[in-house]
C-alpha cells in the first residue's frame, strides 16, 4: 500500500523530527565521527593538538596488561550477572503473574524500585553496608561466617562479586516488568488445556512459558549485556577501579585514559572504539544463537 505525502506534510514531518535530528547528530553522531579521528592520533588536553600517528593508539592496546585485566574483569561482571538476572526476573515474573499469589501490586513495586533508584545513591548505600564496619560485616561475625576483615570492597577477591550482587539486585525488578509483558501476551487457554491433561508446574514452565517468551528472552539478554559491558558508576564510586584493578572494567580504564590523564585522548578513544567492536560483535553472536531474524 502506497502513502502518497504532499510537500507540506513532509515539511511538517521533518519539523517534527528536527530537535530528534539535532540531538542525534550534536550529542552521538558528532562525538563518534570525533573520537574515530582522535583514535588515529595523540591529542593532549592542556595544548590541544593533534598528532596523527596511525594505528599507534590500536597496536598499543593489544600489548596493554590493564586492557587484558579490564577485559577479563568485564566478561566476568557479564557472565556473572547476566544468566542470573535473567532467570531470576523470569522466575519472578512467572509467581507475580500466578493467580495464587497476593498482594501482586506490592511485590511489583517493591521489586521494582530498585531498578528506578539513581545509580550513585544505590553504590553509596552498599559501599556502607560493604565497609569493615557495615552490617554485612556485622551479621557474618554474629553467625560465625567467614568475611573479609577490611570489607568486601577492600578484598581483591570478593570486590568484584560485591558488585555484581548488587547490580543483579537492582536490574531483576526491570527485567521482571519485560518479562510480566511477555506472559500476559501468552494466551490463558494454553494453560487450561495444559491442566486438564495433568501437566505440572515445571511442564507447563519448560513446554509453554519459556517456548513463547523466546523474543523477550532475547530482548533480556541482548540489552542486559550491552549494559553490563558498559558497568561504570557503581565502580566509580564504589571502588576506582581496585583493590589492584580488581574491579576495572573497560569502560572506567577508557575514563581513567580520557580524564586522568592529559595526555592519552587518543589512547582512550581508540579503547572506546574497541569496546564498541567487542559489544557489537557479542551482540550480533547472541542474535545469531537464538536465531533472530
Not at 3 to 26: S, T
Not at 127 to 136: F, I, M, R, T, V
Not at 168 to 193: H, R, T
Not at 273 to 282: E, K
Amino acid at each position: 500500500m502506497k502513502i502518497n505525502i504532499n510537500k507540506k506534510e513532509k515539511y511538517f514531518i521533518f519539523i517534527l523530527l528536527l530537535p530528534w535530528l539535532l540531538n542525534l547528530i550534536v550529542f552521538w553522531v558528532y562525538p563518534l565521527l570525533y573520537s574515530i579521528v582522535l583514535s588515529f592520533s595523540d591529542y593532549s588536553t592542556l595544548t590541544n593538538e593533534i598528532k596523527f600517528t596511525g594505528f599507534k593508539n590500536y597496536i598499543k592496546i593489544f600489548s596493554d596488561k590493564a586492557f587484558y585485566n579490564s577485559m577479563i574483569n568485564t566478561l566476568i561482571f557479564v557472565v556473572g550477572t547476566v544468566p542470573l538476572t535473567t532467570a531470576i526476573s523470569m522466575l519472578l515474573a512467572v509467581l507475580l503473574n500466578s493467580k495464587s499469589v497476593k498482594f501482586k501490586e506490592f511485590y511489583k513495586a517493591a521489586y521494582f524500585i530498585p531498578s528506578v533508584t539513581s545509580m550513585v545513591v544505590v553504590s553509596i548505600l552498599f559501599s556502607n553496608l560493604y565497609s569493615q564496619a557495615g552490617y554485612l560485616n556485622k551479621i557474618c561475625q554474629m553467625l560465625s561466617i567467614p568475611f573479609p576483615a577490611k570489607g568486601f570492597l577492600q578484598e581483591p577477591s570478593t570486590a568484584l562479586f560485591s558488585i555484581m550482587a548488587m547490580d543483579i539486585w537492582m536490574a531483576v525488578g526491570y527485567y521482571m516488568v519485560i518479562f510480566l509483558a511477555g506472559l500476559q501476551a501468552i494466551p490463558n487457554d494454553l494453560y487450561e488445556s495444559a491442566e486438564l491433561n495433568g501437566a505440572s508446574f515445571f511442564q507447563k514452565l519448560f513446554k509453554i512459558t519459556i517456548p513463547l517468551l523466546k523474543n523477550t528472552f532475547i530482548f533480556v539478554i541482548i540489552i542486559n549485556t550491552i549494559k553490563s559491558f558498559q558497568v561504570f558508576i557503581e565502580i566509580f564510586i564504589m571502588t576506582k577501579g581496585g583493590p589492584l584493578n580488581s574491579t576495572n572494567s573497560l569502560v572506567y580504564l577508557v575514563f581513567q585514559n580520557a580524564f586522568e590523564k592529559t595526555d592519552m585522548m587518543g589512547y582512550a578513544s581508540a579503547l572506546g572504539i574497541i569496546v564498541f567492536i567487542i559489544i557489537l560483535i557479542f551482540s550480533l553472536v547472541q542474535m545469531k544463537l537464538m536465531k533472530v531474524k
